[in-house]
C-alpha cells in the first residue's frame, strides 16, 4: 500500500512537471514562438482595421460578425475600451500638435511619447469629458455595457489563464508580450516615433511622418504621414512600395462581402489636350491639396538643389535645413522656421520667386469665404503665372494642373 501510494504521488509529481513545463498544448519552442507572433498580429489587426479605421475614421464598415470578433480578442488581449479608445485618437486629430493633443511629442517630448504613451493614453481614457465629446457612435450595446466596458482587467487576466494552461510557466512569458505589444508598438512607436522620425510624402499640418514603407509589424500604421493626409481613407500606402497589411485585410473581407469600404482618394488625372482651367480642373485640386502640393515639391525638387548647393560650403546647417523648409506650407511654419527660411530666401533670386509662387497656389485652400467662381479665377491666374515665369519646371507643372478633369 505505502509502495502504490508513493508510485501514485511520483505519477502526480511528474505530470504536474509536465503540465508546468509544457501545458495542455505540448508545443515546441518554435510553436510557442509563432503562435505569439500570430496572436500579436491579429491583435494588431484589430486595433488598425477595427478600432482605427471601421470605428474612429469610418472608413470601412464591417460584418457584425468580424466586428464583434475583433472587439473580444481586443477585449482579451488589451482591455481596452472601444469608446474610450476613439475618444482619445479622435481628440488626437482634432488637436494634434497642439497643448489638448493626448499624445504628442512636439507638445510633450520625444522621450515622454515613445516611453509613457500607455500612461498617457489612460489619462485621457479617464477624462469623461473627452470620452463624452469623441467617443459617439461607438458599441452600445449590452455585452459592451456589462462586459467589456464594465470588467476591463478580466480580460487580460482570462488570457492569463489561457496562456498558462496551453503552454505552463513560459505562458506568463507569452503573455508579457502579447500585454506589451500595443503599449510599446502603438502607444509608444506611433504615437511617439510617427510625429518624429521618418520621411513624409505630404506636406500636412501635423508632424506625422512614414516610419517604414512596409507596414506589417504594426499593420500598415506605420504609414502615418498618409494617414494623416488622408484620415478618411481606409488604405494608408499610397506609393507603389508601399505595403499596408491592414489594407490586405480589409481587401479581403470586402472581397469576402464582409466589409464595405468608404469610396478612396481618387488621384488627379490629367486629360491630354485639356488646357482650359474650369470646374473640373477646381473641384480636382481642392479635393487633393495633399498631392497637388508633393507634385509640386517633386518638380521644384531640382531648382531646390541646384540654387542651395552653393550652402553646403558656407552655410551646412541652413543647407541641410533648406528641403524641408521649402517643402513646407508657410502657414505651418513656427516664428524660428520662418526665420530661417528667409535668411534662405534671400541667397536666390529664384528660390524666392519659387516660394512665393507656392505660397500663393497654397493659399487657394484657404479662403474659405471666396465663391467658386472666385477660387476658379484664381487657379488661373496662378497658372498663367506660373507659365510665364522663366522657371521650366514651374511651367510644365502648370500646364499639368490645367489638364486635371
Not at 61 to 84: I, K, P, Q, Y
Amino acid at each position: 500500500m505505502a509502495v502504490t501510494r508513493t508510485r501514485r504521488a511520483g505519477h502526480y509529481k511528474e505530470c504536474l512537471m509536465e503540465f508546468l513545463t509544457s501545458g495542455l498544448a505540448h508545443a515546441s519552442a518554435w510553436g510557442i514562438v509563432l503562435y505569439t507572433l500570430a496572436a500579436t498580429h491579429l491583435t494588431i489587426i484589430g486595433v488598425t482595421v477595427y478600432l482605427h479605421r471601421s470605428q474612429a475614421h469610418r472608413s470601412v464598415t464591417l460584418h457584425a460578425a468580424v466586428a464583434h470578433v475583433l472587439r473580444f480578442w481586443l477585449w482579451l488581449t488589451t482591455g481596452m475600451v472601444t469608446r474610450e479608445w476613439v475618444a482619445v485618437h479622435r481628440a488626437h486629430h482634432a488637436h494634434c500638435e497642439q497643448p489638448k493633443d493626448p499624445h504628442s511629442p512636439v507638445v510633450l517630448g520625444i522621450r515622454k511619447v515613445l516611453w509613457q504613451g500607455a500612461e498617457l493614453y489612460r489619462v485621457s481614457a479617464a477624462d469623461r469629458e473627452l470620452v463624452r465629446r469623441y467617443g459617439a457612435g461607438t458599441p452600445d450595446d449590452w455585452i459592451e455595457r456589462h462586459l467589456y466596458s464594465r470588467f476591463t482587467w478580466q480580460g487580460v487576466g482570462v488570457l492569463l489563464v489561457l496562456d498558462l494552461l496551453l503552454f505552463g510557466v513560459i505562458g506568463a512569458t507569452v503573455w508579457a508580450v502579447q500585454m506589451m505589444w500595443i503599449p510599446v508598438l502603438a502607444a509608444g512607436v506611433i504615437n511617439g516615433a510617427g510625429h518624429y522620425w521618418g520621411y513624409r510624402n505630404f506636406d500636412c499640418p501635423e508632424a506625422a511622418t512614414n516610419l517604414l514603407p512596409l507596414g506589417l509589424l504594426i499593420g500598415g500604421e506605420e504609414l502615418h504621414n498618409n494617414h494623416h493626409a488622408y484620415a478618411s481613407s481606409a488604405k494608408m500606402s499610397v506609393r507603389w512600395y508601399e505595403f499596408d497589411a491592414g489594407w490586405m485585410y480589409i481587401t479581403l473581407l470586402r472581397w469576402l462581402g464582409l466589409a464595405v469600404v468608404r469610396p478612396l482618394p481618387v488621384r488627379p488625372r490629367a486629360q491630354p489636350g485639356k488646357q482650359e482651367v474650369d470646374m473640373h480642373t477646381l473641384a480636382v485640386v481642392l479635393a487633393n491639396r495633399a498631392r497637388v502640393m508633393a507634385e509640386l515639391s517633386g518638380a521644384l525638387r531640382r531648382v531646390w538643389r541646384q540654387e542651395t548647393a552653393a550652402l553646403r560650403r558656407f552655410d551646412p546647417a541652413l543647407w541641410r535645413a533648406a528641403r524641408p523648409l521649402l517643402r513646407r506650407d508657410p502657414g505651418y511654419l513656427d516664428g524660428e522656421q520662418q526665420h530661417r527660411l528667409q535668411a534662405l530666401l534671400a541667397h536666390s533670386d529664384v528660390l524666392r520667386h519659387v516660394h512665393e509662387l507656392r505660397s500663393e497656389l497654397a493659399t487657394l485652400w484657404r479662403r474659405s469665404h471666396a465663391s467658386p467662381e472666385q477660387l476658379l479665377a484664381s487657379l488661373a491666374a496662378w497658372c498663367a503665372k506660373a507659365e510665364a515665369s522663366a522657371c521650366e519646371p514651374l511651367r510644365r507643372y502648370a500646364g499639368r494642373l490645367r489638364s486635371y478633369a
